[in-house]
């Protein structure tokens, strides 16, 4: 949104020769990632992420079709390690301590609204619902899915549970309050969600 | 969206005199409840409700400021009878019926997407967003907590469960595979959303 910027968004990638592929992706990844968690998706343009990475409009078009691609790419390796699932053999303290991290991105950082508004357009924006799908959910479905079944070996979880319905009734239920906000998402909410599931809520 | 019909939707209401409100909103909710349920949000406008409910457009902007506002409260009304709570005393049927009842109308109608679309657009539509908790959300959550509150009553859930928060591992959960479309909502998936809160997922 700077005006003095303007004009010099096409600017060359930094330096003589060609960087890494891998290389240029961190730059961009670390661009948008900083300009989605501070300003969310409103502050978030091409020639924006062109700048503060030092890498062409070209290349950036090249890779990411869309902004939506871009901002999905961006968000998910910006917050892949605060959303990493730790495993310390303890899957209920593991489990609540990952949906905090979550709660907290999600209710303290313009990522909430990031995140809830590309849910959003998604349901009348097939290529932006198949973006959000391949480059950020079902990934995160993925790492879940992987840290339940490790628990489910170990005999943490019964032999029997899909865990991806758990995905569902876990994260799925905190972004049924992010996206009705009906209730509020509290701490409370969070331990309860875990609780439910582990001791269940029927009367023993 | 039939031809013949433009300029006749302002017909006046039917017969002489006043109608009794409540007959009004009747007609009205029935017109609303048809036109979403067969052809989804697409063919909903104002004229075409006053036409097939006989009740004029200016009546109608009294009661219903938007068009969002006139979907929510006609679909509420619209699906009110086939997404009642069942009481047979078994909780766990009792649930399992209504949840199949929901996921029908949401898999097998255009009713899905009305409301996944009414809830994308809420994400950027203060408005909506807040018809949609007021005239169909909200009441949908009051009348399932009900519900669970009668079983948690008679012990058939444990007494410190709070059940708005089943209400989000249940029906929210539901949502988030409508949403966020990862995976299928299949009747295993339903029967297992269940199945984890009352039986537990950890070995037993």
């Not at 700077?2 to 961190?26: F, L, S, Y």
């Not at 700048?51 to 390796?77: M, N, Q």
């Not at 899909?162 to 331990?191: K, S």
Request: glycine share 8%.
């Amino acid at each position: 949104m700077t005006k003095q910027a303007e004009g010099a968004d096409e600017r060359p990638a930094r330096g003589r020769g060609r960087r890494p592929a891998d290389e240029v992706r961190a730059d961009v990844f670390r661009a948008v990632g900083e300009v989605l968690l501070t300003e969310g998706i409103a502050g978030l343009t091409f020639e924006r992420v062109a700048r503060l990475s030092g890498v062409s409009k070209t290349t950036l078009y090249k890779w990411w079709p869309s902004k939506g691609a871009l901002a999905l790419d961006g968000y998910f390796h910006a917050v892949e390690q605060t959303l990493a699932f730790e495993d310390t053999g303890d899957i209920r303290a593991d489990l609540l301590h990952q949906l905090r991290s979550f709660v907290r991105i999600m209710t303290t950082t313009p990522a909430g609204r990031v995140v809830t508004e590309l849910v959003g357009q998604s349901q009348t924006d097939e290529d932006l619902a198949t973006a959000f799908r391949t480059l950020y959910s079902s990934e995160r479905r993925r790492l879940a899915g992987e840290r339940l079944a490790r628990a489910r070996e170990l005999g943490q979880i019964r032999a029997d549970v899909d865990v991806q319905v758990l995905v569902d009734q876990l994260w799925g239920a905190v972004y049924h309050r992010l996206l009705i906000p009906d209730e509020p998402v509290t701490d409370d909410f969070v331990v309860a969600l875990v609780g439910n599931l582990f001791d269940g809520v029927a009367r023993t």
